[in-house]
């Protein structure tokens, strides 16, 4: 479709954006990093090691990757809003499988079906979101950026929420939290099944899509590493809070600050999202998320761990919306499923291997700070490579 179709079939482009951005909400936001807030009372009661807990999040981010692997096929089949919706319930049904058993056979399935279903709606999600912000070619970016805002909604909900309730019930009550976050899935996911999302408008755009790896090798190993080191962070970092002394109330607070930090995403970033300039906006974006993985390194004071959250947070969420703006700016609109779905492979990837590593590394040196260290170094890395990606079609100089 062409700019005028667009702008006359999405008349409120972005509410429509904000209803779509509950998918990865659901998926991402409660589905994947609510886990992190249960985790400490889990690994306490059901006497998991690091190295367990973190495959917990490797077997989610293995699902993610399944799905990411599956979701060209999956949009062309069923189109995009199918594929959204599909994968959103499928999450909503991985919470309250969490719930319902301590088994660790079962809960690492409930992991794995929320990796799937949330790579899912991810995936066609961010392609839908992208199609519907070209209506409004002078916005776009920032049209884009609302969908990608969208986690920080399901962080914010389950900070507010999760440590009280644990707080609450006392030790052993991690399955009562599970129940929660369902019921909060359960809600959020009744406008994305509602929405007038146009699925009849995408399935056959996608069947002449074009997408090579080559040119855009060094920017998948930079977001390949993206994905390893945010994962230690967003894993782990409940459980540092927690050994240094934080109660309910400073866990709520961090996981929080978090949240919050991605409802000013979308103002921030806005000009660098515009840069169309190779890997430029993401190397910008992922060094400042690398400082904010950074800052507890040096302490466990709120001085260090507040701003930690606010910066990692207020970067994290944009990093993802920088490799939308990308692929935008350098493939044809029919080639953006196939080209999202190969950044999610990478990033997949590394968030497959980060957690069941760093959990091995915190084991053997008995220490979450060094695990920490490990994740603000790839996240360094990664913005280092991104920096060498030029446009698609543009040698180096």
């Not at 080639?335 to 957690?355: K, N, R, V």
Request: with cysteine.
């Amino acid at each position: 479709m062409h700019a005028p179709e667009l702008h006359q079939t999405y008349a409120h482009p972005a509410r429509l954006i904000l209803i779509l951005s509950l998918a990865p909400t659901v998926g991402l936001g409660i589905g994947r990093f609510a886990y992190a807030l249960v985790l400490p009372d889990m690994r306490d009661t059901l006497t998991w090691s690091y190295s367990a807990a973190g495959f917990m999040n490797t077997v989610n981010a293995a699902g993610y990757l399944a799905g990411a692997l599956l979701a060209s096929h999956m949009i062309r089949t069923f189109g995009l809003a199918a594929s959204v919706r599909w994968g959103t319930l499928a999450c909503v049904l991985s919470l309250a499988l969490c719930a319902m058993s301590g088994n660790f056979y079962v809960l690492s399935f409930a992991r794995l079906l929320a990796g799937v279903g949330a790579a899912a709606g991810f995936v066609g999600g961010g392609a839908l979101a992208a199609t519907i912000a070209q209506s409004r070619p002078e916005r776009a970016n920032f049209l884009l950026s609302l969908f990608y805002a969208g986690p920080g909604i399901g962080i914010l909900a389950s900070g507010l929420v999760a440590p009280f309730v644990l707080q609450g019930f006392g030790p052993g009550s991690w399955w009562i939290v599970w129940w929660a976050m369902t019921a909060l899935a359960v809600i959020m996911t009744i406008p994305v099944l509602l929405a007038p999302l146009h699925a009849d408008t995408t399935a056959t755009e996608t069947a002449a899509a074009k997408f090579a790896i080559t040119p855009v090798l060094i920017y998948l190993t930079g977001y390949f590493l993206f994905g390893a080191g945010y994962i230690a962070y967003m894993t782990f970092m409940i459980a540092y809070v927690r050994d240094a002394g934080g109660g309910a109330a400073a866990q709520s607070a961090f996981w929080s600050l978090i949240g919050l930090s991605a409802f000013v995403t979308p103002w921030v970033w806005r000009r660098v999202l515009a840069l169309d300039r190779g890997g430029l906006a993401t190397t910008i974006i992922l060094g400042v998320n690398a400082i904010g993985a950074a800052m507890p390194i040096f302490g466990q004071s709120v001085w260090l761990l507040a701003p930690s959250a606010l910066v990692f947070g207020v970067a994290f969420f944009a990093v993802v919306g920088s490799t939308t703006a990308f692929v935008r700016f350098n493939y044809p609109p029919q080639a953006w499923p196939t080209a999202i779905a190969a950044m999610t492979i990478s990033f997949g990837i590394g968030q497959t291997l980060g957690p069941i590593v760093v959990g091995a590394i915190t084991d053997a040196m008995g220490s979450l700070s060094f695990a920490l260290n490990v994740s603000a170094a790839m996240l360094a890395l990664g913005a280092v490579l991104s920096a060498f990606q030029r446009k698609v079609g543009q040698k180096p100089s």
